[in-house]
Protein backbone atom coordinates (compact mmCIF):
# COMPACT_ATOMS: atom_id res chain seq x y z
CA UNK A 1 0.00 0.00 0.00
CA UNK A 2 1.31 3.27 -0.98
CA UNK A 3 0.75 7.09 0.06
CA UNK A 4 1.74 9.19 -2.48
CA UNK A 5 2.57 12.81 -1.65
CA UNK A 6 -0.52 13.53 -3.27
CA UNK A 7 -2.62 11.26 -1.22
CA UNK A 8 -3.70 8.36 -3.68
CA UNK A 9 -3.42 5.49 -2.64
CA UNK A 10 -2.43 2.52 -4.47
CA UNK A 11 -3.86 -0.92 -2.58
CA UNK A 12 -1.71 -4.39 -4.04
CA UNK A 13 -2.40 -7.51 -1.95
CA UNK A 14 1.17 -8.86 -3.59
CA UNK A 15 3.78 -9.77 -1.22
CA UNK A 16 6.15 -6.90 -0.87
CA UNK A 17 4.04 -4.97 -1.87
CA UNK A 18 5.88 -0.79 -2.17
CA UNK A 19 5.18 0.01 1.76
CA UNK A 20 3.59 2.67 3.31
CA UNK A 21 2.08 2.47 6.61
CA UNK A 22 0.83 5.56 8.14
CA UNK A 23 -0.92 7.84 11.06
CA UNK A 24 -3.45 10.11 12.02
CA UNK A 25 -2.37 11.25 15.53
CA UNK A 26 -5.37 13.34 16.94
CA UNK A 27 -5.02 15.10 20.29
CA UNK A 28 -6.46 12.45 23.13
CA UNK A 29 -4.58 9.88 21.21
CA UNK A 30 -1.18 11.31 21.53
CA UNK A 31 -0.08 9.79 24.91
CA UNK A 32 -0.34 6.27 23.15
CA UNK A 33 1.65 7.69 19.89
CA UNK A 34 4.00 8.99 22.27
CA UNK A 35 4.73 5.98 23.84
CA UNK A 36 7.50 5.08 21.00
CA UNK A 37 9.39 7.12 18.50
CA UNK A 38 9.12 6.03 14.92
CA UNK A 39 7.48 3.09 12.84
CA UNK A 40 5.41 1.39 15.60
CA UNK A 41 2.49 4.28 15.59
CA UNK A 42 2.21 4.19 11.94
CA UNK A 43 -0.80 2.14 11.75
CA UNK A 44 -1.02 0.38 8.47
CA UNK A 45 -3.37 2.04 6.56
CA UNK A 46 -5.93 -2.02 6.84
CA UNK A 47 -5.86 -1.38 10.56
CA UNK A 48 -7.06 2.27 10.95
CA UNK A 49 -10.61 2.69 11.53
CA UNK A 50 -12.23 3.02 8.11
CA UNK A 51 -13.51 6.81 9.62
CA UNK A 52 -9.74 7.99 10.85
CA UNK A 53 -8.52 6.90 6.95
CA UNK A 54 -11.22 8.86 5.57
CA UNK A 55 -10.29 11.61 7.94
CA UNK A 56 -6.33 11.79 7.12
CA UNK A 57 -6.74 11.51 3.13
CA UNK A 58 -9.54 14.29 3.25
CA UNK A 59 -7.16 16.32 5.44
CA UNK A 60 -4.51 15.87 3.39
CA UNK A 61 -6.21 16.72 0.33
CA UNK A 62 -7.67 19.81 1.60
CA UNK A 63 -6.48 23.07 -0.24
CA UNK A 64 -7.49 25.01 2.99
CA UNK A 65 -5.48 23.83 5.79
CA UNK A 66 -2.83 26.51 5.70
CA UNK A 67 0.34 24.24 6.83
CA UNK A 68 -0.46 21.39 5.35
CA UNK A 69 2.17 18.35 5.54
CA UNK A 70 3.51 16.57 3.37
CA UNK A 71 3.05 13.19 4.44
CA UNK A 72 1.76 11.13 7.37
CA UNK A 73 2.39 11.00 10.08
CA UNK A 74 1.01 14.19 11.14
CA UNK A 75 0.06 15.24 14.95
CA UNK A 76 -3.72 17.75 15.10
CA UNK A 77 -3.49 19.60 18.64
CA UNK A 78 -5.43 21.95 19.14
CA UNK A 79 -5.14 24.49 16.23
CA UNK A 80 -1.55 23.31 15.87
CA UNK A 81 -0.97 20.45 13.11
CA UNK A 82 2.70 19.22 13.05
CA UNK A 83 4.55 17.05 10.80
CA UNK A 84 7.88 15.18 10.73
CA UNK A 85 8.33 12.46 13.40
CA UNK A 86 11.36 14.44 14.68
CA UNK A 87 9.10 17.56 14.96
CA UNK A 88 6.13 16.03 16.19
CA UNK A 89 8.62 14.64 19.44
CA UNK A 90 10.03 18.06 19.56
CA UNK A 91 6.68 19.35 20.43
CA UNK A 92 5.23 16.49 22.83
CA UNK A 93 8.30 15.58 24.76
CA UNK A 94 8.20 18.61 26.75
CA UNK A 95 4.77 18.25 27.80
CA UNK A 96 5.27 14.02 28.45
CA UNK A 97 8.16 14.57 30.44
CA UNK A 98 10.11 12.75 27.84
CA UNK A 99 13.23 15.41 27.59
CA UNK A 100 14.77 17.58 30.12
CA UNK A 101 13.57 21.20 30.35
CA UNK A 102 17.14 23.17 29.18
CA UNK A 103 17.67 24.05 25.36
CA UNK A 104 20.80 22.77 24.88
CA UNK A 105 19.35 18.49 26.41
CA UNK A 106 16.22 19.71 23.92
CA UNK A 107 18.60 20.43 21.29
CA UNK A 108 21.00 17.51 21.25
CA UNK A 109 17.80 15.33 21.96
CA UNK A 110 16.30 16.46 18.41
CA UNK A 111 19.62 16.15 17.38
CA UNK A 112 19.81 12.35 18.05
CA UNK A 113 16.25 11.92 16.77
CA UNK A 114 17.14 13.56 13.37
CA UNK A 115 20.15 11.33 13.44
CA UNK A 116 17.84 8.21 13.73
CA UNK A 117 15.75 9.85 11.06
CA UNK A 118 18.52 9.51 8.62
CA UNK A 119 19.42 6.15 10.16
CA UNK A 120 15.47 4.97 9.31
CA UNK A 121 15.63 6.00 5.45
CA UNK A 122 18.89 3.91 5.56
CA UNK A 123 17.26 0.88 6.71
CA UNK A 124 13.95 1.54 4.18
CA UNK A 125 16.69 2.03 1.51
CA UNK A 126 18.18 -1.66 1.81
CA UNK A 127 14.60 -3.03 0.37
CA UNK A 128 14.04 -0.25 -1.86
CA UNK A 129 16.91 1.11 -3.07
CA UNK A 130 15.45 2.87 -6.13
CA UNK A 131 12.24 3.59 -5.40
CA UNK A 132 9.46 3.31 -2.56
CA UNK A 133 6.63 3.03 -5.20
CA UNK A 134 8.23 -0.12 -6.93
CA UNK A 135 8.12 -3.75 -5.61
CA UNK A 136 10.66 -5.03 -3.85
CA UNK A 137 10.86 -8.19 -6.60
CA UNK A 138 11.65 -5.45 -8.71
CA UNK A 139 15.11 -3.97 -7.62
CA UNK A 140 15.97 -7.10 -5.88
CA UNK A 141 19.51 -6.99 -7.14
CA UNK A 142 20.20 -3.34 -5.64
CA UNK A 143 18.57 -3.87 -2.18
CA UNK A 144 21.46 -6.65 -1.90
CA UNK A 145 23.84 -4.96 -2.88
CA UNK A 146 22.24 -2.04 -0.77
CA UNK A 147 21.84 -4.14 2.15
CA UNK A 148 25.44 -5.54 2.07
CA UNK A 149 26.99 -1.92 2.52
CA UNK A 150 24.56 -1.14 5.24
CA UNK A 151 25.30 -4.56 7.39
CA UNK A 152 29.19 -3.98 6.85
CA UNK A 153 29.51 -0.07 6.94
CA UNK A 154 26.70 1.71 7.29
CA UNK A 155 25.03 -0.30 10.40
CA UNK A 156 28.06 -0.60 12.64
CA UNK A 157 28.46 3.27 12.12
CA UNK A 158 25.12 4.29 13.52
CA UNK A 159 25.53 1.18 16.08
CA UNK A 160 29.61 2.96 17.26
CA UNK A 161 28.16 6.61 16.85
CA UNK A 162 25.15 5.69 19.90
CA UNK A 163 27.42 3.58 21.81
CA UNK A 164 29.55 6.58 21.90
CA UNK A 165 26.74 9.47 22.78
CA UNK A 166 26.15 6.53 25.69
CA UNK A 167 29.30 6.38 26.81
CA UNK A 168 30.53 10.28 26.83
CA UNK A 169 27.25 11.07 28.37
CA UNK A 170 28.29 12.75 31.41
CA UNK A 171 25.38 12.08 33.38
CA UNK A 172 26.24 8.60 32.83
CA UNK A 173 25.76 5.79 30.08
CA UNK A 174 22.09 4.23 31.06
CA UNK A 175 20.43 6.88 28.44
CA UNK A 176 21.17 9.12 25.76
CA UNK A 177 20.14 12.60 26.90
CA UNK A 178 20.57 13.48 30.78
CA UNK A 179 20.28 11.63 33.41
CA UNK A 180 16.95 9.76 32.88
CA UNK A 181 14.66 8.35 29.94
CA UNK A 182 13.53 10.55 27.20
CA UNK A 183 12.37 10.00 23.53
CA UNK A 184 15.68 9.23 22.21
CA UNK A 185 16.34 6.42 24.64
CA UNK A 186 12.28 5.26 23.25
CA UNK A 187 13.83 6.09 19.58
CA UNK A 188 16.75 3.77 19.94
CA UNK A 189 14.75 0.80 21.62
CA UNK A 190 13.04 0.84 18.54
CA UNK A 191 15.83 1.01 16.27
CA UNK A 192 17.42 -2.47 17.98
CA UNK A 193 14.30 -4.24 17.56
CA UNK A 194 13.35 -3.22 14.18
CA UNK A 195 17.08 -4.08 13.07
CA UNK A 196 16.48 -7.50 15.27
CA UNK A 197 13.73 -8.51 13.09
CA UNK A 198 15.66 -7.40 9.89
CA UNK A 199 19.19 -8.62 10.15
CA UNK A 200 18.66 -11.31 12.70
CA UNK A 201 22.32 -12.44 11.58
CA UNK A 202 23.52 -9.52 11.66
CA UNK A 203 22.79 -8.42 14.76
CA UNK A 204 23.32 -11.79 16.57
CA UNK A 205 26.95 -10.58 15.91
CA UNK A 206 26.86 -7.16 16.40
CA UNK A 207 24.95 -6.53 19.55
CA UNK A 208 28.40 -8.36 21.22
CA UNK A 209 30.24 -5.16 20.78
CA UNK A 210 27.37 -3.05 21.84
CA UNK A 211 26.39 -4.08 25.37
CA UNK A 212 25.60 -0.37 26.96
CA UNK A 213 23.15 -0.41 23.35
CA UNK A 214 21.59 -3.65 24.41
CA UNK A 215 21.07 -2.86 28.07
CA UNK A 216 19.52 0.80 26.91
CA UNK A 217 16.73 -1.73 24.97
CA UNK A 218 16.29 -3.80 27.78
CA UNK A 219 16.15 -0.93 30.20
CA UNK A 220 13.50 0.72 27.79
CA UNK A 221 11.28 -2.57 27.48
CA UNK A 222 10.72 -2.76 30.86
CA UNK A 223 9.46 0.46 31.51
CA UNK A 224 5.88 -0.23 33.26
CA UNK A 225 4.15 2.05 30.41
CA UNK A 226 6.44 0.59 27.29
CA UNK A 227 5.63 -3.02 28.87
CA UNK A 228 2.67 -2.54 28.59
CA UNK A 229 1.92 -1.40 25.43
CA UNK A 230 4.63 -3.60 24.44
CA UNK A 231 2.02 -6.75 25.30
CA UNK A 232 -0.91 -4.33 24.03
CA UNK A 233 -2.85 -4.53 20.87
CA UNK A 234 -1.61 -0.92 20.06
CA UNK A 235 1.86 -2.56 19.36
CA UNK A 236 1.59 -3.98 15.78
CA UNK A 237 4.20 -6.96 15.13
CA UNK A 238 7.22 -6.07 12.59
CA UNK A 239 5.95 -7.04 9.24
CA UNK A 240 6.48 -7.47 5.52
CA UNK A 241 4.97 -3.90 4.99
CA UNK A 242 7.03 -1.76 7.27
CA UNK A 243 10.36 -0.02 7.42
CA UNK A 244 11.75 -3.23 8.98
CA UNK A 245 11.26 -5.67 6.90
CA UNK A 246 13.17 -9.60 7.14
CA UNK A 247 14.51 -10.97 3.69
CA UNK A 248 16.78 -13.47 4.42
CA UNK A 249 18.45 -12.24 1.42
CA UNK A 250 19.25 -9.35 2.45
CA UNK A 251 20.58 -10.31 6.14
CA UNK A 252 23.92 -11.63 6.40
N1 LIG B 1 10.54 11.91 7.55
C1 LIG B 1 9.14 11.62 7.71
C2 LIG B 1 8.79 10.45 6.83
C3 LIG B 1 7.32 10.36 6.61
C4 LIG B 1 6.96 9.26 5.65
O1 LIG B 1 7.80 8.53 5.15
N2 LIG B 1 5.68 9.12 5.42
C5 LIG B 1 5.18 8.09 4.56
C6 LIG B 1 4.22 7.26 5.32
S1 LIG B 1 4.97 5.71 5.63
C7 LIG B 1 4.47 8.70 3.38
O2 LIG B 1 3.26 8.74 3.32
N3 LIG B 1 5.20 9.20 2.40
C8 LIG B 1 4.63 9.74 1.22
C9 LIG B 1 5.65 10.26 0.24
O3 LIG B 1 6.83 10.32 0.61
O4 LIG B 1 5.26 10.58 -0.89
C10 LIG B 1 8.82 11.33 9.18
O5 LIG B 1 9.72 10.95 9.94
O6 LIG B 1 7.67 11.52 9.61
Wanted: hydrophobic share 40%.
Amino acid sequence: MLISSTGTIKVSSAQGNPICATSYITGPRYRAAASLSGSPWRTPVGRLPKRGMTAMMRFLESRSVEHPPFAPPFLKAGRLVIAQTANILLFLAPRLGLVPKNEASRLWAHQLQLTIADWVVEVHDTHHPIAGGLYYEEQKREAKRRATDFRTERLPKFLDYFDQVLKRNPKGSDYLVGKTVSYADLSMFQMIAGLRYAFPRTMARLETRYPRLVALHDRVSVRRRIAAYLSSERRLPFNQQGIFRHYPELDG
